[in-house]
């Protein structure tokens, strides 16, 4: 094993570890608004991480061009649905949750 695939496979396992955190954050968290937050914050930095793994056992520069590409696409949608996903819920009425600190 090279040094490049090691890098590689830490760089995939760790990008497998975030998609799981915002998973687990996605169920255990109090409201709505937390969930999103955690779910999109994990799955992008868990992608951008299997990206680059996969960029880097590329075998040519049009490969990583094209995960890149698909690395933004799914930021500039995943930022727009959890806005949108959001502004329903507001408009719902979903409720904040308070902080021991609110009055």
């Known amino acids: 094993m090279t040094l490049l695939d090691g890098l590689s496979l830490l760089s ?3 990008g497998c ?7 687990v954050g996605m169920l255990r968290l109090p409201d709505a608004f937390t969930r999103l937050h955690a779910l999109t914050k994990a799955d992008s930095a868990g992608l951008g991480l299997l990206v680059l793994g996969l960029g ?3 075998d040519s520069w049009w490969t990583v ?4 590409l698909i690395w933004l696409l ?3 949608s995943s930022a727009t ?9 507001l408009r ?3 409720a904040l949750r308070r902080g021991d600190n609110d009055e």
């Open 12 to 14: 995939i396992a760790s």
């Open 17 to 23: 570890f975030f998609f799981v955190a915002g998973s």
């Open 56 to 58: 880097l056992q590329a």
């Open 65 to 68: 061009l094209r995960l890149l």
């Open 74 to 76: 799914v930021l500039l």
């Open 81 to 89: 649905t959890c806005h949108l996903i959001a502004q329903s819920a």
């Open 92 to 94: 719902r009425g979903a």
